[in-house]
Structures are given as structure tokens and as C-alpha cells.
């Protein structure tokens, strides 16, 4: 019986551990930066699943502020990215995402960041 929990423990740990998780940013969360950022770039514990991958920016008044399509870096661990095409000025702004992993299970969260010049 104790080797049946040990391996439903170990089989259930190894399932959890497969999610996606949300590894850094750039710009990072709660960053200053002097410029305003050509894309927002996300690098997850796995490859999402960019279909159905969502990144919205938007000032701290909440205007959106467009992005381009997303994209993967075809690096081994390349980053998802979104390419900034709105205009960003001096201000405080957020990041929502919510992603998908191959495993279904979906992730999401927020992070702010401001452009100082």
C-alpha cells in the first residue's frame, strides 16, 4: 500500500509541475523603464499555445493601446511576443494576458509597468 501512495504522490506531482507558469516578463512587472518598449515579452515555464494566447496594454485610464499579432521567438526557450504598434507615452500601464498550455489548463494574469520619459 505505501508504494501505491508514494507513486500516486510522485504521478500527481509531475502532472501539477506541467502547467503553464509564468517565468518573466520584459518589461518586468513593476519595472520603470526610461522608453517605451517596442514589444512586451513573455517567457513561460512551457510553450503556450499562441491560438489561444490573449495580450492586451492599456494606459493606467485603461485605453487600449493596439498590439500586433503575437508571436513566438524561435529560440529553444524563446520568448511570446507582442509587438507594440499603438503609441506609448510617459505614463503608468497594464498587461493582461491568459494563455493556454498543450496540457489545456489555462494561466493568466497582469502586471503593470511605467515609461518614465
Do not use: C
Amino acid at each position: 500500500m505505501t508504494l501505491l501512495i508514494q507513486y500516486l504522490l510522485a504521478a500527481l506531482t509531475l502532472h501539477t509541475s506541467a502547467h503553464l507558469h509564468l517565468l518573466r516578463t520584459e518589461p518586468s512587472a513593476n519595472d520603470t523603464v526610461a522608453t517605451a518598449p517596442a514589444a512586451i515579452k513573455f517567457w513561460f515555464s512551457e510553450r503556450p499555445e499562441v491560438a489561444v494566447t490573449m495580450v492586451k496594454l492599456a494606459t493606467s485610464a485603461g485605453t487600449p493601446v493596439q498590439l500586433a499579432p503575437l508571436a513566438v521567438d524561435t529560440g529553444a526557450h524563446g520568448p511570446l511576443v507582442a509587438a507594440v504598434r499603438g503609441q506609448i507615452a510617459k505614463g503608468a500601464y497594464t498587461v493582461t494576458w491568459r494563455s493556454t498550455a498543450m496540457d489545456g489548463h489555462p494561466s493568466s494574469g497582469s502586471f503593470n509597468f511605467v515609461v518614465s520619459h
